[in-house]
């Protein structure tokens, strides 16, 4: 099973921050938060991961809790491109990682 | 530097039929993976491999087996196809605490 859990939709007005959260109470100290979107059927693109701090880079913001479980992904300017299901994973980074993914968030970007 | 590659990138099969999905990678990962996706729904893991020749069963590995020959490809076998493996198939690859790399996904109806 997965071990992420996030709302299966949102919504966000074009130009907004859009704020994805993602639950990951039994995250281990040595699993990293990674974050992907898949945009219709294309393979998943990934967007950005960390381990306990808070990372920036390019495309978006991740911000995770102090405690670890729980993390969101800011996209600062919402486009209507950014219109697609974003995944929240958690692995360790081994090379023989079991990498699982949720049903992800669709996010919709209203114009 | 095309990433992850895989063939076909469309395919039409009689139930009972076999076939071989292609993958491969030119980022010298050790780390490949396969999973399907099924309409509206997320990703599932049906196989990994950490390293050439070794293999392990993901989420959904009932009626595929696969090969892992060398560093570079990793392929899935059909024996015996279904229409409830219709599905997009992607291929993924990474390397330690690397992002994972997916290709563009084969296409598969099952009649």
């Known amino acids: 099973d997965a071990k992420t859990t996030q709302p299966p939709s949102m919504d966000c007005a074009e130009g907004r921050a859009a704020n994805l959260p993602c639950n990951h109470s039994?995250?281990?100290?040595?699993?990293?938060v990674y974050w992907y979107r898949q945009i219709h059927s294309q393979g998943p693109q990934y967007i950005i991961h960390?381990?306990?701090n808070n990372e920036t880079n390019e495309m978006a913001s991740l911000i995770i809790t102090e405690d670890r479980k729980s993390s969101t992904l800011i996209l600062p300017h919402a486009t209507l491109r950014d219109t697609a299901v974003y995944y929240c994973?958690?692995?360790?980074?081994?090379?023989?990682?079991?990498?699982?993914f949720g049903k992800g968030t669709r996010l919709h970007i209203l114009p | 530097n095309a990433g992850v590659t895989q063939t076909p990138k469309f395919q039409v099969l009689k139930t009972g039929q076999s076939m071989t999905l292609q993958c491969a990678q030119d980022m010298n990962h050790n780390s490949m993976y396969w999973y399907r996706q099924d309409p509206g729904m997320g990703l599932r893991l049906i196989y990994y491999s950490a390293s050439e020749g070794t293999t392990d069963k993901g989420e959904v590995p009932n009626g595929y087996n696969v090969s892992r020959l060398n560093k570079r490809e990793f392929s899935l076998r059909l024996e015996s196809a279904a229409p409830s493996q219709t599905s997009v198939y992607f291929c993924?690859?990474?390397?330690?605490?690397?992002?994972?790399?997916f290709g563009n996904g084969t296409r598969l109806t099952v009649t």
């Open positions: 993924a690859s990474s390397e330690d605490v690397s992002p994972l790399h």
């Open positions: 994973i958690v692995r360790v980074g081994n090379r023989d990682d079991k990498i699982i």
């Open positions: 039994t995250i281990s100290g040595n699993e990293y």
């Open positions: 960390g381990l306990k």
